[in-house]
T-cell receptor, first 112, second 115 residues
Framework: EDQVTQSPEALRLQEGESSSLNCSYTVSGLRGLFWYRQDPGKGPEFLFTLYSAGEEKEKERLKATLTKKESFLHITAPKPEDSATYLCAVQAKETSGSRLTFGEGTQLTVNP | DTGVSQDPRHKITKRGQNVTFRCDPISEHNRLYWYRQTLGQGPEFLTYFQNEAQLEKSRLLSDRFSAERPKGSFSTLEIQRTEQGDSAMYLC?????????????FGPGTRLTVL
């Protein structure tokens, strides 16, 4: 069974204080690893897809990296508008469709 | 707006009533997914369609839940005889089938409260 564990559950940062969020996963064969951002009361917003170990992707202050067991979302010099819940999800090769298995998320708060 | 849309955004119902939600995917997307999310948890897969065919259902999906996607366009999710445990955010997502992986884009969700 596919499993995704995210840590920490919650993270408070000061504006400009860089940090990383962790996503550990277990999947028989990884088709893709996804990062989403979710604001309260809204649906998840797509950020990145990573396919193979060693891959990196960047968008503004965010950078996602992937190893064979983990993914990290690095946040550089965050701003208050980066406050949200960040969700990690995996897509396995053996599933007939494309279901995503999500972690429970990391709730990020950036204080001004 | 060409994103995924869901209707209604909020639904309050009494235990035992039936409810139906609608999802309109991004127009060129042939795959449509339903997920359920409770407070503090990540979304949990319920079912998915490719065009009009329902290809996969979660083992967690009880017989009270049914989904359709007539003509491969919009989709409906019906919950019969609602229970308080059905209270959650119901999320719809759509994607276009591509290799190596298709990216799922989510709608705003329907928040269900069962009293």
């Amino acid at each position: 069974e596919d499993q995704v564990t995210q840590s920490p559950e919650a993270l408070r940062l000061q504006e400009g204080e860089s940090s990383s969020l962790n996503c550990s996963y277990t999947v028989s064969g990884l088709r893709g690893l996804f990062w989403y951002r979710q604001d309260p009361g809204k649906g998840p917003e797509f950020l990145f897809t990573l396919y193979s170990a060693g891959e990196e992707k960047e968008k503004e202050r965010l950078k996602a990296t992937l190893t064979k067991k983990e993914s990290f979302l690095h946040i550089t010099a965050p701003k208050p508008e980066d406050s949200a819940t960040y969700l990690c999800a995996v897509q396995a090769k053996e599933t007939s469709g494309s279901r995503l298995t999500f972690g429970e998320g990391t709730q990020l708060t950036v204080n001004p | 707006d060409t994103g995924v849309s869901q209707d209604p955004r909020h639904k309050i119902t009494k235990r035992g009533q039936n409810v139906t939600f609608r999802c309109d995917p991004i127009s060129e997307h042939n795959r449509l997914y339903w997920y359920r999310q409770t407070l503090g948890q990540g979304p949990e897969f319920l079912t998915y369609f490719q065009n009009e065919a329902q290809l996969e259902k979660s083992r967690l999906l009880s017989d009270r839940f049914s989904a359709e996607r007539p003509k491969g366009s919009f989709s409906t999710l019906e919950i019969q005889r609602t229970e308080q445990g059905d209270s959650a955010m119901y999320l719809c997502a759509s994607s276009f089938n591509r290799v190596p992986s298709d990216t799922q884009y989510f709608g705003p969700g329907t928040r269900l409260t069962v009293l």
